[in-house]
């Protein structure tokens, strides 16, 4: 019923910026948090970073001081800028999001998009 997409990944320089995008469409719903996840092959899944529905952030420490995840609630958008990034940044990374949906809560993830920071 929820549709995210994930936009922005590419390749990037280490210490170059990125600017990652997830959309939320597809019925109404409200959006509670929202987060970002990585996976790179062979390495298990991890959370990123995630904002609550009151704006409050978490990071993974390993990104904290670089990574800032923001929402645009207007937009159904959530983002996750960035900055310094490291050949240990290299992975697919998923936007999730937790929505109510004709009263029920459900996760949804996107298909992912691919961030590559060359060595």
């Known amino acids: 019923q929820v549709q995210l997409v994930e936009s922005g990944g590419g390749l990037v320089q280490p210490g170059g910026p990125l600017r990652l995008s997830c959309a939320a469409s597809?019925?109404?719903?409200?959006?509670?948090?929202m987060g970002w996840y990585r996976h790179a092959p062979g390495k298990q899944r991890q959370l990123v970073a995630i904002?609550?529905?009151?704006?409050?952030?978490h990071y993974t420490g390993s990104v904290k001081g670089r990574f800032t995840i923001s929402r645009d609630n207007a937009k159904n958008t959530g983002y996750l800028q960035m900055n310094s990034l490291k050949p240990e940044d290299t992975a697919n990374y998923y936007c999730?999001?937790?929505?109510?949906?004709?009263?029920?809560?459900?996760?949804?993830w996107g298909q992912g998009t691919q961030v590559t920071v060359s060595s």
């Open positions: 999730n999001a937790d929505v109510t949906i004709d009263g029920q809560r459900r996760d949804y």
């Open positions: 904002i609550t529905s009151a704006g409050s952030t």
């Open positions: 597809g019925g109404i719903f409200s959006i509670n948090a």
